[in-house]
Structures are given as structure tokens and as C-alpha cells.
């Protein structure tokens, strides 16, 4: 039985139920798959997990002593093996003393980690994220023989890619989840093998039709409904978000802004809000579970997102599937997915008057969308709903996932006339 290790930063994670989901997939295809956590995922977080809790998870931390004084033997004893990432560490690159001392803390964990898949017979270590997670499973694959393969998403690959070179170099294959990414890979990498890097696109189940909205939009004596979903972290944007509703408020403009999310800015933007006086028009509802933020995405009329990077967010997809309209900037591989004018509105990253006037202008043509009338905003929707069906579809690309990740790791079946016995 094939055996794959696989590692997050964090997991379970609410905000990545992909990876639950592809280990799901690897194990109905008979894959023994051993699930593992650099950081001890929140109790909270089991709820994201989506059954894949059926076998212990491998947590790094807090590190065991014994473990400990091992993998410090084995790292020594093996240290032919991990030599010329040492060498890159130490004296190649530009990297900044600090993330240079990180580097090595994170070469003794992943002789921590080899030490703990030792006796498991494992064939493959896969990492979702290029952050330090990747570079300890780089680190346990040399030390144990065996290959690695990572997941790049967004700020991974294009704000925090310390090591990529060397991760890519040494990597088996890089699924990422943009053509964006890859077209990114191959101009900042240029050395990498075209044929290691393999687009996988990230997927959301799209609700009933029989649950849609049967309106796009309200009357125009009602306020507009926005709704934000993402981390309440700094590459977010949402005090982007905050300038932008303090001058819709300035307009007179009647509005909501929900905003779903969890994080370290949570008490910035709670000061933000009280500063601008928003009090009446922003809401931050902390975390949402996943089974709630469907009568959310129903409820809102424009779905907005303000990051500064990112993959292809889910919850522009989600949105999506469920029919509603949604602006987002034009950064990174989201013009994949948001296609402007057919599925979607895009507005000029970091351009608060672009925001401000696309905005606008939804909100003067949802007073005219009937389902029925054959009006923009309602072709609009239905687009969007059909190119999430087809190419941003969960099932259908788990699928593609799996058939690509297990090729160049699965041995290939023999044909029992391969033998020249029975020939």
C-alpha cells in the first residue's frame, strides 16, 4: 500500500478545508495517508477536519523529549543527506540572519519529523503552503530517502517565498492553484522543470438551485447588503474596506457591511470602526461555521473582497455557486475566476475610488434586476454559477488532484504478461 505523509502548518484549519478533503480522496483511492501538524491545531478547529480525525494526527508540538534527543542523533548521522541545503542556509542567498537561524530550527524539526514517520514506512511527504512547513518536510524526505512534494496557494509563492528556489529545486512535483502561479514559478524560476509544476484548481460544492435568491436585489428603499469573508489579518485588507464604507457613508448611502472572520487585526479594525463611526454600518462577526455561512452568502447582495494577495479565494467561489455578485481586485489568478463584466467585477487593486465607484454602480442597477427582466447583474449571476459548476467544481477537481499528485509517486501496474514466463 502506497504510504503518504501529509503536513500543514496547521491542521485541522477551518479556512483549509481543501486539505481534509484531499486526504479524504487519497484514502478512498487506497492510499494510507498519515495527516500531520507542525503547530497543535485550536480544539475549535476539529469541526474542519471532515472525518479525517479517524487517525491520530502527528502534531509536532509541543516537542517530546525523547523524540527530541533522537532526531539530534539521526540529523548528526545523517547529515551527508542534508549537507547542501546546510550549505544554502548558511552561505548562499540573501536571506536576513534571522530568517537564516530560522531556517536551521526548522532543519532540526524536520529531522524531528523524519524521526517520527521512521518506522511507518512512508513512500512521500506532500506540504500544503511554502512557508516553514515546507522546508521541514524538504528536510524529512532527504534524511529518510524518500520524496516531497508542496502546495503553493498565494502569499506563499508571491509575498513569503524564502527558500523557494531550493524547495523547488528538490521537489518531486509543485501542484499549485492558478495558472497565474504557475506562469509566476516559471519567470522568478526559470530552472524549474516545466513539467514538476501542475495546476490544480480549488473547488466548492455550489448549493441547490431551489435555495438561490429568487431576486438578485431588493427594492431601492432597502440598504445594500455587503458581505466580506476572510482572515482578519493585515493582507486582508479590511481597513482597506473600512475607508471605503466611511466615505459610502459620507454619500448618504444606506448600507450594511458584515464581515465575516477571525484574527490578529480584530482589535485594529474594532478601533477603525469607532473612529470612523461606523458602528451602525459594520459588523465584525467573528468566526462563522462553515454550515452558517450559507444563509449569510443568501442574505448579501454584494460580496466583496479587499486582499492585498491571494490564490483563488474560496469564498469569491463560494459566492459564486450560490449566484451572487461579487467585486474583488485584479490581482493574482482571481481574473481566473472573476471574469470582469461576465462573472464578476474586478476594480483596480489598492484604487479606493475605483472600489467606491463600482459600488456605485451595482447599487444603482439592483433596483432594476428582476429575475425575469433579462437585466445585466442577472446574466451576471447566472455566469458566475455556471463557471463555478464547471471549473471550480469540488468533486470534479479532487479528482484531477489525486490523478496528477499520485502519477509520478505510484508505481506503474504491471501487465502479468510482463513476465516472461507466462509469455
Known amino acids: ?251 448618504g448611502l444606506d448600507f450594511k457591511c458584515a464581515i465575516a472572520g477571525e484574527g490578529p487585526e480584530r482589535q485594529r479594525l474594532e478601533l477603525l470602526i469607532r473612529s470612523y463611526r461606523l458602528q451602525r454600518h459594520v459588523s465584525l462577526l467573528g468566526h462563522v461555521a462553515r454550515q452558517e455561512m450559507e444563509a449569510l452568502y443568501r442574505n448579501a447582495e454584494v460580496v466583496v473582497l479587499t486582499s492585498l494577495s491571494e490564490g483563488i479565494p474560496l469564498a469569491l467561489m463560494e459566492a459564486m455557486a450560490g449566484g451572487k455578485i461579487v467585486l474583488a481586485p485584479a490581482i493574482t489568478g482571481i481574473p481566473e475566476l472573476v471574469i470582469p463584466g461576465k462573472t464578476g467585477f474586478l476594480y483596480k487593486p489598492g484604487d479606493l475610488e475605483d472600489f467606491l465607484r463600482r459600488i456605485l454602480l451595482l447599487r444603482s442597477l439592483m433596483p432594476f434586476e428582476d429575475e425575469r427582466s433579462g437585466a445585466p447583474l442577472h446574466w451576471i449571476s447566472h455566469a458566475a454559477r455556471v463557471h463555478v459548476l464547471h471549473n471550480f467544481n469540488r468533486q470534479k477537481n479532487l479528482t484531477r488532484f489525486a490523478d496528477e499528485f499520485l502519477r509520478p509517486i505510484q508505481p506503474p501496474r504491471s501487465s502479468p504478461y510482463a513476465d516472461p514466463l507466462l509469455q
Not at 524539526?109 to 524538504?138: C, K, T
Not at 524518500?146 to 531550493?166: C, K, R, V
Open 1 to 251: 500500500m502506497l504510504t503518504v505523509a501529509y503536513l500543514a502548518n496547521q491542521f485541522p484549519a477551518t479556512v483549509e478545508p481543501y486539505v481534509s478533503e484531499e486526504i479524504q480522496e487519497l484514502r478512498r483511492r487506497g492510499v494510507k495517508v498519515i495527516s500531520g501538524s507542525v503547530r497543535r491545531p485550536d480544539k475549535a478547529q476539529d469541526s474542519a477536519s471532515n472525518g479525517v480525525l479517524e487517525s491520530p494526527i502527528l502534531c509536532l508540538q509541543p516537542v517530546r523529549v525523547l523524540t527530541m534527543v533522537r532526531s539530534l542523533f539521526f540529523a548528526a548521522t545523517h547529515c551527508h543527506q542534508v549537507s547542501i541545503l546546510l550549505v544554502r542556509v548558511l552561505f548562499r542567498g540573501k536571506e536576513s540572519p534571522n530568517l537564516r537561524l530560522r531556517a536551521l530550527l526548522h532543519t532540526w524539526l524536520g529531522a524531528y519529523y523524519a524521526v517520527s514517520l521512521r518506522e511507518r514506512e512512508v513512500d512521500h511527504i506532500h506540504v500544503h503552503h511554502g512557508y516553514f512547513g515546507s522546508w521541514i518536510a524538504m528536510v524529512a524526505a532527504r534524511l529518510l530517502g524518500i520524496s516531497f512534494s508542496l502546495t503553493l496557494h498565494g502569499s506563499d509563492l508571491l509575498l513569503h517565498g524564502a527558500y523557494l528556489d531550493t524547495k523547488l529545486k528538490y521537489c518531486l512535483s509543485c501542484v499549485t492553484i492558478s495558472d497565474y502561479n504557475r506562469r509566476y514559478i516559471f519567470d522568478h524560476f526559470p530552472v524549474i522543470d516545466p513539467k514538476k509544476v501542475i495546476v490544480s484548481r480549488l473547488g466548492v460544492d455550489a448549493p441547490p438551485a431551489a435555495k438561490l435568491s429568487r431576486r438578485i436585489a431588493s427594492n431601492p428603499q432597502n440598504c445594500l447588503k455587503l458581505l466580506a469573508v476572510g482572515r482578519l489579518h493585515a493582507v486582508k485588507g479590511h481597513a482597506f474596506l473600512l475607508r471605503a464604507c466611511a466615505r459610502l457613508r459620507n454619500t
